[in-house]
C-alpha cells in the first residue's frame, strides 16, 4: 500500500436489515431480507418494499426521514473511523436519486440540513446520478483527495421510499409483479427499497499518522455513459465494459486478480441482460472468475443510496470472506457461466473486488476495492 493511497478508514450503512455492519452481514449471508408488504393508499403494480425501521415509513414525512436517515448514518461513519463531526478537515460529498423531491417542495438542501444534524460545519458537495449517485459520490471523493481538495471525505448516498417512487416504477413498468430474482430466468423487475451508507476516504499516509484502522484501499474508480435513453440502458453493454475495464486498467489489475463482483443488479429484464453479458464479456474468460452476487433481492433497491451500500458490501465480502445468496435465484440466465451464489451464499477468497452501478440515464460507475492482508478473510 503506498502512503498517497486512498483508503477507506470508516463505513456506516443503514439498511433495512439493521445498522451494524457484522450483524446486517450475517444476515445477509444467512439468507434474511427485509423485502416486506408496505400499505398504500394508492393502486401499485406490487406492495411489496424494504425500509428502514426507523423512523418507521409513513409516520413522518419523505424528507424529514432522508433527513434524520443521512444524519444517523453520517455520525456512525466518523465514529467508525475514529473521527468526529466536526472535524473541519472533513469534506462531505451525499448522492441521492430524487430523494423525497417527487413528494414534496423543495429539497435540494437536505445534505446540507443532514450535515447540520449531524453535527458538521460545512455544506456536503451533493451528486445526482440517478441509481449510481452513492457509487459516484466515492468517486468524487477520491478525485478531491488525489487532487489536494481535501484530506478527509465523508462520501456516501440516502434514498427514502415515497409513495410518488411507488406509483412512478409501477407506471415505467420497472418495479415486479410479483418478487426482485436477479440473474434468474423468470425475472419480471426490481422491488423499491431505502437506506443510506458513507464511507471516509483518506490518504493511508494520513490514516496511518492518526492510527486508524483500515477497512480497504479503494484502488480505482471509473465510470462512462451510453447516454442511449432516460431509463434503459444500451443493449450492447459498450459503456458498461468500458466502465469495468477502465477501473481494471486505471488499477493495474488483471480480471483474473478480482475476487468478487457486487453487481447492480436489479431484477429487470434489460438491466439484467445487459449486466449479465457485460460482466461474461469481462470476465468469461477468467479462471475460476469472480463470484458475482447483488443485495437487492434482500434489501430492496434503494436508488441513489445503492451504490454505497453496496461499497460497504463489497469491503465486507472481501475481509468476511463470503457472500450471501441471490435471493430468488432458481434458473440462471443463460449465457451467464460467471459463479453465482446459491441457497447457501459462497465463500470468497481473494483480496481485490468490484462494485458496480448502472443508472438511469446510462451513468455506469465501477469502483475498485482490496483489502490489505491483515484484514482479509482467512
Request: proline content about 6%; hydrophobic content about 45%.
Amino acid at each position: 500500500m503506498t502512503p498517497d493511497a486512498v483508503v477507506i478508514s470508516g463505513m456506516a450503512w443503514s439498511t433495512p436489515l439493521g445498522d451494524g455492519l457484522g450483524e446486517v452481514w450475517a444476515r445477509l449471508c444467512a439468507g434474511a431480507g427485509g423485502i416486506a408488504s408496505v400499505p398504500s393508499p394508492h393502486r401499485l403494480r406490487n406492495d411489496l418494499a424494504a425500509t428502514v425501521p426507523h423512523p418507521p415509513y409513513g409516520d413522518v414525512e419523505p424528507r424529514k426521514r432522508q433527513v434524520d436517515l443521512a444524519a444517523r448514518t453520517l455520525v456512525a461513519a466518523f465514529r467508525d473511523a475514529g473521527l468526529v463531526p466536526g472535524d473541519q478537515r472533513v469534506r462531505l460529498v451525499c448522492g441521492t436519486s430524487f430523494g423525497a423531491q417527487l413528494d414534496g417542495p423543495e429539497t435540494d438542501g437536505w445534505a446540507a440540513e443532514a450535515a447540520e444534524a449531524a453535527g458538521h460545519p460545512d455544506d456536503p458537495v451533493s451528486v445526482v446520478t440517478a441509481c449510481s449517485a452513492g457509487s459516484d459520490s466515492l468517486l468524487v471523493a477520491a478525485s478531491l483527495i488525489r487532487g489536494g481538495a481535501a484530506r478527509v471525505c465523508v462520501a456516501g448516498g440516502a434514498d427514502v421510499l415515497t409513495e410518488a417512487k411507488r406509483l412512478g416504477h409501477s407506471a415505467l413498468g420497472t418495479m415486479s409483479p410479483t418478487r426482485l430474482r436477479a440473474f434468474d430466468r423468470a425475472h419480471d423487475g426490481m422491488i423499491l427499497g431505502e437506506g443510506a451508507a458513507f464511507l471516509v476516504l483518506e490518504s493511508a499516509r494520513d490514516a496511518r499518522a492518526r492510527g486508524a484502522r483500515v477497512h480497504a484501499v479503494l484502488r480505482a474508480a471509473a465510470s462512462a455513459n451510453d447516454a442511449a435513453g432516460l431509463t434503459a440502458p444500451d443493449p450492447s453493454g459498450r459503456s458498461v465494459v468500458a466502465a469495468v475495464r477502465r477501473c481494471l486498467d486505471h488499477a493495474g489489475v488483471a480480471p483474473e486478480r478480482i475476487a468478487v463482483v457486487s453487481a447492480h443488479a436489479t431484477g429487470t429484464t434489460l438491466n439484467d441482460q445487459v449486466e449479465a453479458a457485460s460482466l461474461q464479456e469481462v470476465f468469461g474468460g477468467a479462471n475460476p472468475g469472480p463470484v458475482v452476487f447483488g443485495t437487492k433481492g434482500a434489501l430492496g433497491h434503494s436508488l441513489g443510496a445503492t451504490g454505497a451500500i453496496e461499497a460497504v458490501a463489497t469491503v465486507l465480502a472481501l475481509t468476511q470472506g463470503r457472500v450471501p445468496p441471490l435471493a430468488g435465484l432458481t434458473a440462471p440466465l443463460p449465457g451467464l457461466s460467471l459463479r453465482l451464489p446459491g441457497a447457501g451464499g459462497a465463500r470468497v477468497t481473494g483480496a481485490s473486488g468490484l462494485s458496480l452501478t448502472l443508472g438511469f440515464g446510462g451513468f455506469n460507475t465501477c469502483l475498485l476495492f482490496e483489502v490489505p492482508g491483515e484484514r482479509r478473510a482467512a
